[in-house]
C-alpha cells in the first residue's frame, strides 16, 4: 500500500463545554440526500480512477476532529477510509492531504478555502465543519450560510466528489437546530452526506455525550465515524451489497501470552468470494484470504503474540482490513490486557499495593512512600461487595470544592453486563467515586460520584477515618445491586483504584493509579478484572473492544 498523508494544524481552541447525553439513543431511519447528475457524474468518475489504478488525492478539510485530537493519531476517521480505500483498490496510489484546523468555524474555513482545498485539486473531499460554529456561539443563520457556501464552493471550484461530514453536536437532543440545519444545507446541495452525530448517537457512543469533560472523541467514536463515510461514499459508488469484515471481541481471564483473534466475513451476494483480509496489530501485519459462500457467513482466525505483562494495563489497536467484490471494509478493536485478582470472602485480606510503578502525575514531586502510597483489599459476602483503601500520606488535606483536587481516592467500577464489559466508553452502569481523606475520626465521608448513580446503587455506604500516617475508608456496595446491574453472577467486573496528593494544599500534585493508566474517567476499556473464582497462575483481564 502506498499512502501519502500531509499535515497541517492550527493552535488549539477548546471546542465547548461538556454535556450530558442521553444514554440511550433513539434508532432514526437514515435521511434520503438526492444528488446533483453533477454529484452522480464524479462519483463514477471516481470509481473509475480507482478501479483502473490511477492515483486519487483526497482531501480531509475539517476541524480538531480531522486534525485527530483526542485520537492515537492514527485511527483517525479520514485515515481509517483512506486505509480502508487504499486496500480495497491495491493498484490505485492514493495521496491524503489533511488540513484540520482545531477552533475552526465554516467561516473561517471560507477564508482557507483557496489555499487549502482548490490548490490541492482533490479527487475526494471531506468536508467537516459546524461543531466551532456552535461552540463559539454563532447564530445558526450564519452556519446555514457558511456551510451552504463552503459546500457550494467545493462543487464549483472543483472537480472533487464532496462528502459533508456533519459533526457531532453537542446537545442531548438529536433533531436541535444545529443537526437540522446541517441536514437541511447538505441536501440542498446535493452531495453525499456523512451524519456523523446521528451515526455517534447509533452507535456505541459515551452515554455523556461526544465530548465528556471537554475531552475530544477518541479512536473508538473515530471508528464509528469512519464506518458512516463509508457507507455514504459506497452509497454515491453505486456499491451494493458489499461484503463487510469484523472482529470478535469480549472479555475473558486468560493466563496464555497469545491472544486467539476471531475474524467473521459476511458475503451478502449471490456469487461466492474470495475476501482478501490483512490484520495489523502492534508492528505485525498478516495476509491471508477468507472464501464466503453466497449470502453465508465465514469465519477466520489469527493469533495475535502478546507482549510481557508487568503488572500494568497495556492497550493497542487490531485492525482488520478486507477486499473483495467491488469495495473494500475495514474493523478496528482495541486489546487491553489488565491485572485480575479474586475478592477476599474472610477476614484475612489480600492487600494490593500502590507505590513508584503506580504513579501517573507528578512523578518528579513524589518524595517516597511516606509522601504518598497507599494499599487496598476487595472483600465479598453474602450481603455487600466492599473495598478497603488504606493511604499513606504526610500531610492531608481536603479541598474544598472537588475532591480529586485534594487528598482522596479514587474508585472505578464497570457493572455493565458481561457482554460490555471493557468497552471503551462510558456507560450509566459504570461508576466513578470521588473519595476526600476523612477529616476526623471514624464516620461517614461526603463522596461523590462523576456521574449518576444507577438507581440500584442508592445504597451505596463509604466510610472512613484518619490514621497516624495517612486515612483509610471502605466503600460497600449492596451485593444484590451489583449482580443486579452485572448480570447472573458479579465475577469479572471492571475495577480500578487510585489515590491523589495535594502536599499540603490544592490543587492535587501528585496521583497514582493502581492500573497505571491516568484516563479512567474518560475510557473504562483499561480497568482490571475482579472475579469470584479462584484464578490461574499469571491470568490476566483481556478485552477486546
Known amino acids: 500500500m502506498s499512502v501519502l498523508i500531509t499535515r497541517r494544524c492550527s493552535a488549539y481552541v477548546l471546542l465547548t463545554a461538556a454535556f450530558l447525553l442521553l444514554c440511550t439513543a433513539p434508532t432514526w431511519a437514515q435521511d434520503a440526500s438526492p444528488q446533483t447528475a453533477a454529484s452522480r457524474e464524479r462519483a463514477q468518475t471516481l470509481r473509475g480512477r480507482l478501479q483502473r489504478g490511477e492515483a486519487v488525492r483526497l482531501v480531509a478539510f475539517g ?3 480531522t486534525a485527530g485530537w483526542g485520537t492515537d493519531g492514527r485511527q483517525v476517521y479520514y485515515r481509517l477510509v483512506a486505509d480502508t480505500l487504499q486496500f480495497a483498490f491495491p493498484q490505485c496510489h492514493l495521496e491524503v492531504v489533511e ?8 467561516d473561517g474555513a471560507l477564508g482557507r478555502f483557496d489555499a487549502e482545498v482548490r490548490a490541492e485539486q482533490p479527487d475526494l473531499l471531506l468536508v467537516q465543519f459546524g461543531g466551532n460554529d456552535k461552540g463559539w456561539g454563532r447564530p445558526v443563520g450564519d452556519f446555514r450560510r457558511d456551510l451552504g457556501l463552503l459546500l457550494k464552493r467545493s462543487c464549483e471550484e472543483t472537480a472533487a466528489l464532496v462528502v459533508a461530514c456533519l459533526p457531532p453536536i453537542v446537545d442531548p437532543n438529536p433533531a436541535n437546530e444545529w443537526n437540522e ?3 437541511a444545507v447538505a441536501a440542498t446541495a446535493g452531495v453525499p452526506t456523512a451524519d456523523l452525530d446521528r451515526a455517534i448517537r447509533q452507535g456505541d457512543g459515551d452515554c455523556r455525550g461526544p465530548f465528556p469533560y471537554t475531552s475530544h472523541p477518541a479512536s473508538f467514536t ?17 456499491v451494493t451489497q458489499a461484503p463487510t469484515c469484523h472482529l470478535e471481541g469480549g472479555s475473558r481471564l486468560s493466563a496464555q501470552s497469545s491472544y486467539d483473534l476471531g ?19 502492534q508492528d505485525k501485519l498478516v495476509d491471508s484470504a477468507v472464501h464466503v459462500a453466497p449470502g453465508e457467513t465465514a469465519h477466520s482466525g489469527q493469533k495475535l503474540t502478546l507482549p510481557p505483562f508487568t503488572g500494568l494495563s497495556y492497550s493497542f489497536p487490531v485492525r482488520l482490513l478486507g477486499r473483495g467484490g467491488s469495495f473494500g471494509d475495514f474493523a478496528v478493536r482495541w486489546l487491553t490486557v489488565a491485572p485480575a485478582i479474586r475478592a477476599d470472602t474472610d477476614d484475612t ?5 500502590l507505590g513508584a510503578d503506580s504513579l501517573t502525575l507528578g512523578r518528579g514531586l513524589w518524595l517516597g512512600a511516606k509522601d504518598l502510597s497507599a494499599r487496598f483489599a476487595a472483600v465479598v459476602s453474602p450481603e455487600q461487595l466492599a473495598f478497603v483503601v488504606e493511604v499513606t500520606d504526610n500531610a492531608v488535606t481536603v479541598a474544598a470544592d472537588n475532591p480529586h483536587e485534594g487528598d482522596s481516592v479514587e474508585l472505578y467500577l464497570d457493572l455493565r453486563p458481561a457482554a460490555e464489559q471493557g468497552k471503551p466508553v462510558y456507560g450509566p452502569e459504570v461508576v466513578a467515586l470521588q473519595i476526600p481523606a476523612p477529616t476526623g475520626p471514624a464516620g461517614t465521608i461526603d463522596w461523590r460520584s462523576m456521574q449518576t448513580l444507577p438507581e440500584a ?6 466510610q472512613g477515618r484518619r490514621t497516624p500516617g495517612g486515612y483509610r475508608v471502605r466503600v460497600e456496595l449492596p451485593l444484590a445491586a451489583v449482580t443486579a446491574l452485572r448480570g447472573g453472577t458479579w465475577s469479572g467486573l471492571g475495577f480500578d483504584v487510585a489515590v491523589n496528593d495535594a502536599d499540603g494544599g490544592g490543587p492535587r500534585k501528585t496521583q497514582m493509579m493502581w492500573t497505571g493508566f491516568p484516563d479512567n474517567y474518560l475510557n473504562p476499556g483499561y480497568l482490571a478484572g475482579l472475579y469470584a473464582e479462584a484464578l490461574p497462575p499469571g491470568a490476566t483481564r483481556q478485552t477486546l473492544w
Open 222 to 238: 473515530h471508528a464509528i465515524m469512519a464506518r458512516e463515510v463509508l457507507r455514504a461514499l459506497r452509497e454515491a459508488l453505486g
Open 181 to 183: 440545519t446541517a441536514r
Open 63 to 65: 476541524d480538531s476532529l
Open 99 to 106: 488540513r484540520g484546523h482545531p477552533g475552526e468555524t465554516t
Open 349 to 353: 485480606l489480600s492487600w494490593h499495593s
Open 263 to 281: 475474524i467473521t466475513v459476511s458475503n451478502p451476494s449471490e456469487a461466492p468470494l474470495d475476501e482478501a483480509v490483512q490484520v495489523e496489530w
Open 457 to 462: 446503587l442508592k445504597g451505596l455506604k463509604v
